[in-house]
């Protein structure tokens, strides 16, 4: 089936730093969505986009859908402890039927 | 918190036994979604059900996997005579439906399956 091509699987960073992570497709979606997944819970959604070149904000994260629309990076600007995580990107194309990234595991050194 | 409750959260099942697995959509969610995830891996879409309707059942196994969703009362993924493999994860989303746009998947907690 098809897949999501997300990088990188895990980083190891410094708290304060700033993360960034993507996705890329060989086809197109029309919604981008980020989610993130804590130990032992279900996936949290943290930033969806709608729209091709769409940039979009939460708090401290950032996300873009590429103007290819094939693509999708999510930022995370100076880490804190719990940023710690699984970062999923998933797209979707018309109703339901997520495709789910492999993840990008995040892990932040105090 | 009104979120997509799933229950229960961790079901032991031994090889042969039907395992079946409960949720909840959020307060106003009518379309609700079954994704399978591994230890170390993405969720894979399963199921897509809106009231009494199968949508989308391309991510079902053909054999011993069923899933609905009545007119009254919580969707469930039922698993015939389970097998080890299918350990894992299955988790549940609902959203309001309609088009993509603003209505985004939300997910439950997950019900953790073990098969001995």
């Known amino acids: 089936g098809q897949q999501l091509n997300q990088s990188p699987q895990s980083m190891f960073i410094q708290e304060g730093e700033d993360v960034s992570m993507n996705c890329t497709s060989s086809s197109i979606f029309n919604t981008w969505l980020w989610y993130k997944q804590d130990p032992g819970e279900g996936p949290v959604l943290l930033i969806a986009l709608y729209k091709a070149g769409e940039l979009t904000s939460n708090g401290r994260l950032t996300a873009q859908f590429g103007i290819t629309r094939k693509d999708s990076f999510l930022n995370i600007s100076a880490s804190i402890p719990s940023d710690v995580g699984i970062y999923f990107c998933?797209?979707?194309?018309?109703?339901?039927?997520?495709?789910f990234g492999k993840g990008t595991k995040l892990s932040v050194k105090p | 918190n009104a979120g997509v409750m799933q229950n229960p959260r961790h079901l032991v099942r031994r090889r042969g036994q039907e395992a079946r697995l409960r949720c909840s959509p959020m307060?106003?969610?009518?379309?609700v979604y079954w994704y399978r995830q591994l230890p170390e891996e993405g969720l894979k879409f399963m199921v897509y059900?809106?009231?009494?309707?199968?949508?989308?059942e391309s991510g079902m196994p053909k054999e011993r996997f069923s899933a609905e969703f009545p007119k009254e009362g919580p969707s469930i993924l039922r698993i015939q005579q389970v097998v080890r493999g299918d350990s894992a994860a299955y988790f549940c989303a609902s959203s309001r439906g309609g088009s993509s746009y603003n209505s985004p998947l939300h997910f439950g907690n997950g019900t953790r399956l073990t098969v001995t």
């Open positions: 307060k106003g969610h009518s379309h």
């Open positions: 998933a797209g979707q194309r018309s109703q339901g039927n997520l495709i």
């Open positions: 059900l809106q009231k009494e309707n199968i949508i989308d």
